[in-house]
């Protein structure tokens, strides 16, 4: 199926704008009986889903870490001041500012394959995409390196997959079905990392980085958000048990908050208003 997110392809994500760019036309879809379950990149899903509507299963997280992808050069620390770096995301956007401001960053979208064209045909220096996507399409030997969690925090959800389902009333129990496919560490850590984004209203419009990970019992959640200029950030980190994954979500908000997290994202946020294209 073809979503509005894979159909306008002009614009960037964040002026595009609205949320469940690539999940609206799937669900239509289970409402209408054209389909029993949904599989998205839970980063695509809305923090909240509409009435109805759930999740039935977190799988395992493929590598969550962002990709650096280039012909000529080895990492985002080879690239020479001038060097044009594309992507659309406005989390990596303010990311490499903040580190690399001597680089220059365009607007990249489009399918794998589409954005790896213009990469290679010469638009970009480099550019920067999900480990996830690369190697779930058989194109990992296309990374020259991955962005330590350090320098580019994943975003809420990267590299999982969920499947989503309707409500029905044929008796026929998906949730149950479907529950030996969820990977708890994984739901654990993606609840947390969702729980931030919703805090602060999370979409495409907002550069916002959300990263738990799960070791036995423990988390460790990181979070970040920042203007696209990369000029103000607010990060922080909180520890815990991997069973209260939401509190922990809350509370890492708690501490972005009193680093200015919101006057941070309002200004992202107008900026989104007042440019209406790019
Ligand atoms: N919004 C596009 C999108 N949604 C999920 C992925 C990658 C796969 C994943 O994160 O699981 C991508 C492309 C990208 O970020 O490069």
């Known amino acids: 199926m073809t979503t509005r997110g894979d159909q306008i392809l002009d614009r960037t994500l964040s002026k595009v704008g609205g949320k469940g760019l690539f999940v609206k036309e799937l669900e239509?879809?289970?409402?209408?009986?054209?389909?029993?379950?949904?599989v998205h990149s839970l980063k695509d899903v809305p923090m909240e889903l509409p009435?109805?509507?759930?999740?039935?299963?977190v799988l395992e997280r493929e590598d969550p870490r962002d990709a650096?992808?280039?012909?000529?050069?080895?990492?985002?620390?080879?690239?020479?001041?001038?060097?044009?770096?594309?992507?659309?995301?406005l989390r990596r956007q303010s990311l490499i500012a903040a580190r690399y401001p001597h680089l220059v960053i365009k607007p990249l979208r489009g399918n794998l394959?589409?954005?790896?064209a213009k990469l290679d045909r010469g638009d970009y220096a480099a550019i920067i995409l999900a480990a996830a996507g690369l190697k779930r399409l058989g194109l990992e030997q296309r990374?020259?390196?991955?962005l330590d969690p350090a320098t580019s925090l994943p975003a809420a959800g990267q590299g999982a997959?969920?499947?989503?389902?309707?409500?029905?009333?044929?008796g026929l129990d998906l949730l149950s079905l479907l529950a030996p496919l969820n990977h708890l560490p994984t739901a654990q850590a993606v609840a947390a990392e969702r729980k931030v984004s919703k805090?602060?209203?999370g979409s495409c419009q907002v550069p916002l980085a959300a990263y738990a990970t799960v070791t036995g019992a423990d988390m460790h959640l990181r979070a970040m958000v920042a203007t696209p200029d990369g000029k103000r950030m607010a990060a922080a980190e909180v520890?815990?048990?991997?069973?209260?994954?939401e509190a922990l979500g809350v509370e890492v908000s708690e501490l972005l908050r009193q680093q200015d997290a919101v006057d941070i994202l309002s200004v992202c946020l107008a900026e989104a208003a007042a440019s209406p294209d790019a």
């Not at 239509?28 to 949904?38: N, Q, T």
């Not at 997959?161 to 044929?170: F, L, P, Q, T, V």
């Not at 520890?239 to 994954?245: E, K, L, T, Y």
């Open 28 to 38: 239509v879809a289970m409402a209408e009986g054209r389909a029993d379950l949904a």
């Open 161 to 170: 997959m969920a499947i989503e389902i309707a409500e029905r009333n044929d």
């Open 143 to 146: 990374i020259r390196a991955v």
């Open 239 to 245: 520890r815990g048990a991997a069973a209260d994954a």
């Open 199 to 201: 805090v602060f209203g």
């Open 113 to 116: 394959d589409t954005r790896l």
């Open 68 to 89: 650096f992808v280039s012909s000529d050069y080895a990492s985002l620390d080879a690239l020479p001041a001038g060097a044009v770096v594309g992507t659309s995301s």
């Open 51 to 57: 009435a109805g509507f759930a999740l039935a299963a």
